[in-house]
C-alpha cells in the first residue's frame, strides 16, 4: 500500500512568515510522529498523537510550533513567525501501535 | 532520560569490505533499538530492529546487529559492503508509551565507500 507522504516536498518563506506541513500516514496506523532533521545532525523528536490519547508535545521547541490531527488520519504541523533556526527537513512517521515507525520523505523548510 | 551515541560521525571503506558502525545507548529498562538509513534525497528506511529474544539481529540488505546488555551497544555490521550502501545510518532507542513509539536518535553516521 501507500506510505506516509508529506506536502510539500519544499518550502521556501521569509522571517515572519507561518507555514503548514501536512502529513498523510499510511492507513490504519494509529500513531503518527512529527520530528525535525537540522542540516548535519539526528531527528529530534517533536510530537505525537496515539489515538485517542492526549498527544506527546514534549518536543516542540516553543509556543510557535503546534500540531493537529485529524482522528487518525492527516495532521498538520505549524510553525508560526518563523525564524532562521527553523530552517529544516521536518519528518512525518506513522506506526502500528507499538511496531516500528514508517517515515515520509519529508518536507525541506527554508526560511529567509 | 534515554540518548544514544553514535561515536563516528564519518567512515569510509572500500567496496568488498567489511563494515561495523557502533552505537551505545543509555536507557534505564530493555530497549527498543533500531538502526534506519537514509539515503541522499531519500527518507528513512528501516533496516533491523531489536525488541527482545535473539541478540543478534538479521536485517535487510545483507546487515545485521548485535544487541549487547553489558555494553550498552547495538553496533550495525555487513561482512561486504557494496557502492550502493553509500548513506548516513542512524541509530535509534524506542519508548514504548500506550501503544506509540518515540523514538530518540543518535546523530548519524556518514558512510562513504571507495571503490
Known amino acids: 500500500g501507500a506510505g506516509v507522504s508529506q506536502s510539500p516536498s519544499n518550502k521556501v518563506t521569509e522571517k515572519g512568515k507561518d507555514v503548514e506541513l501536512r502529513c498523510d500516514p499510511i492507513?490504519?496506523?494509529?500513531?503518527l510522529y512529527w520530528y525535525r532533521q537540522r542540516l548535519g545532525q539526528g531527528l529530534e523528536f517533536l510530537i505525537y498523537?496515539?489515538?485517542?490519547?492526549?498527544?506527546?508535545k514534549s518536543g516542540l521547541p516553543s509556543d510557535r510550533f503546534s500540531a493537529e490531527r485529524t482522528g487518525e488520519s492527516v495532521s498538520t504541523l505549524t510553525i508560526q513567525r518563523t525564524q532562521q533556526e527553523d530552517s529544516a527537513v521536518y519528518l512525518c512517521?506513522?506506526?502500528?501501535?507499538?511496531?516500528?515507525?514508517?517515515f515520509g520523505p519529508g518536507t525541506r523548510l527554508t526560511v529567509l | 532520560a534515554q540518548s544514544v551515541t553514535q561515536p563516528d560521525i564519518h567512515i569510509t571503506v572500500s567496496e568488498g569490505a567489511s563494515l561495523e558502525l557502533r552505537c551505545n545507548y543509555s536507557?534505564?529498562?530493555?530497549?527498543?533499538l533500531f538502526w534506519y538509513v537514509q539515503s541522499p534525497g531519500q527518507g528513512l528506511q528501516l533496516l533491523l530492529k531489536y525488541f527482545s529474544g535473539d541478540t543478534l539481529v538479521q536485517g535487510i540488505k545483507g546487515f545485521e546487529a548485535e544487541f549487547k546488555r553489558s555494553q550498552s551497544s547495538f553496533n550495525l555490521r555487513k561482512p561486504s559492503v557494496h557502492w550502493s550502501d553509500a548513506a548516513e545510518y542512524f541509530c535509534a532507542v524506542g519508548t514504548l508509551i500506550q501503544g506509540a513509539q518515540k523514538l530518540v536518535f543518535g546523530q548519524g553516521t556518514r558512510l562513504t565507500i571507495n571503490p
Open positions: 512517521a506513522s506506526s502500528r501501535t507499538g511496531t516500528q515507525s514508517y
Open positions: 492507513s490504519g496506523h494509529t500513531a
Open positions: 498523537f496515539q489515538g485517542n490519547s492526549a498527544p506527546d
Open positions: 536507557y534505564g529498562a530493555t530497549p527498543y
